[in-house]
């Protein structure tokens, strides 16, 4: 196959919006090695291992964006992108140094890795397109086949796959739904029992034949948890490559956080709370907000009007604090309901959508913990001004939900210390 082409023929027919939509729905993370940003953690967070610059993922990301949404070549992605990271620097082998600082910005990047960024990053997106436009059809189209090309380039484990039909439902897909590895061309067709008729294709169930394993990280001596699929007749194990073990379709729109270790968690929230989409709700939310203010209408007005329960991750809590929570869930949500709320009250306090990005850090590296009263506890932490978050768990345990979030003064602060409720921290 020529270089500068890419073999993207199970996306024909393939709504492109949806696969744009999900390269989209990307914020960031920063990692030196491919292994720090992890599975999951990539359908939210764009990254490229050893770019440790914000606004060389961004120049990486923004040419990304244009190849997918204008059906560009490789060659066409290189000649767009080259120029740009070869004034800064970037293309060519060795590490990147501030040359003022002398502090370590990352990696070069050769002309392979830009192939390998390129092939991954559109076949992800593609593919999660495509569940996304097969969980819509999946009342007409209940099976899926797992497709592999089948030639000399198609790796064994994945001929093994090549075939293999399971309900749409089956958990399976969460693991091996492609793809499933660099370069991986493999795809999934659906059907309904009139094909599995015309074809005589039986399905399987995957019950019983998933196990996890400890999967190698290159050769660093590392491992990671992953899921296995062990098949029945022949005991062979399929194990997608690692960072690949998860289907990306499902893990962007359909977020099972306390599934996930926490540091994968705490990069997939970083992942949302700087992507487009949580940036539209916070600037759709804000507008309508103030709309609605100079209209005359009431704080309660205001959240019945505009809460329509959509919720985003804000931060991972520890196991140590979700046992002072007494929550068995490690995920904090923010409501619509809370924001509108505290876009109403934020009058004065000069708050922004970036002020908003910090809870984050707040949640998950606080300078003062305080426990307040039961169901709540507020984090406190420096940062050119100081900031309160205050988390409440539900009584039945599951759910933490961000109840306010906004700056103090120092009063204030020395307030809550002198109240003897400090538990950590200064």
């Known amino acids: 196959m020529p270089r500068n082409s890419v073999d993207l023929s199970y996306a024909i027919g393939l709504p492109p919006e949806e696969a744009i939509r ?11 090695n491919y292994h720090e940003v992890w599975a999951q953690a990539h359908a939210r967070a764009f990254t490229v291992a050893g770019v440790l610059k914000l606004d060389v993922l961004t120049d990486i990301q923004s040419a990304l964006k244009e190849a997918l949404k204008n059906g560009q070549t490789l060659r066409q992605f290189e000649k767009s992108l080259l120029p740009v990271l070869t004034q800064k620097g970037w293309i060519g082998n060795g590490l990147v140094a501030d040359p003022q600082t002398g502090e370590l910005q990352g990696k070069q990047l050769t002309p392979r890795r830009m192939e390998t960024i390129f092939r991954t990053n559109m076949q992800s997106s593609y593919m999660a397109g495509r569940y996304q436009t097969m969980q819509a059809n999946v009342d007409d189209r209940p099976y899926w086949q797992y497709w592999a090309i089948m030639d000399k380039r198609t790796r064994p484990a994945h001929a ?97 956080l306390d599934k996930y270790p926490l540091d994968v968690a705490r990069q997939y929230v970083h992942g949302v709370l700087t992507g487009s989409e949580f940036t539209a709700w916070y600037q759709g939310l804000d507008a309508a907000v103030q709309q609605s203010l100079e209209s005359g209408a009431t704080s309660n007005e205001i959240r019945n009007t505009l809460a329509k329960g959509q919720r985003y991750p804000v931060g991972v809590l520890t196991a140590q604090d979700k046992e002072r929570l007494g929550s068995q869930s490690q995920t904090v949500w923010l409501s619509d309901d809370t924001l509108a709320k505290q876009l109403a009250h934020r009058q004065g306090q000069n708050m922004t959508l970036d002020d908003y990005r910090l809870v984050q850090q707040v949640l ?33 345990g599951k ?16 307030r809550l210390r002198r109240s003897g409720k400090v538990i950590e921290g200064m």
């Open 364 to 396: 998950e590296e606080p300078t003062i913990i305080i426990v307040e009263r039961d169901y709540h506890m507020k984090f406190v932490h420096k940062n050119n001004r100081w900031w309160a978050a205050v988390v409440k768990v539900t009584r039945d």
């Open 22 to 32: 999900y390269f989209e729905l990307k914020g960031y993370a920063i990692g030196f």
């Open 399 to 414: 759910e933490n939900w961000l109840q306010t979030f906004h700056p103090i003064n120092d009063k204030e602060l020395e």
């Open 160 to 256: 093994m796959m090549n075939g293999r039909v399971f309900r749409a439902d089956d958990p399976i897909w969460g693991t091996i739904y492609p793809p499933n590895g660099y370069r991986c061309r493999c795809s999934v067709r659906a059907f309904n029992q009139g094909d599995l008729d015309k074809r005589n294709l039986a399905v399987s169930n995957s019950d019983g034949d998933m196990t996890e394993i400890e999967q190698p990280i290159g050769n660093t001596g590392v491992t990671r948890p992953a899921k296995a699929y062990k098949d029945p007749a022949t005991g062979q194990l399929f194990v997608p490559d690692a960072g690949f073990g998860f289907n990306p379709g499902q893990v962007a729109y359909q977020p099972e």
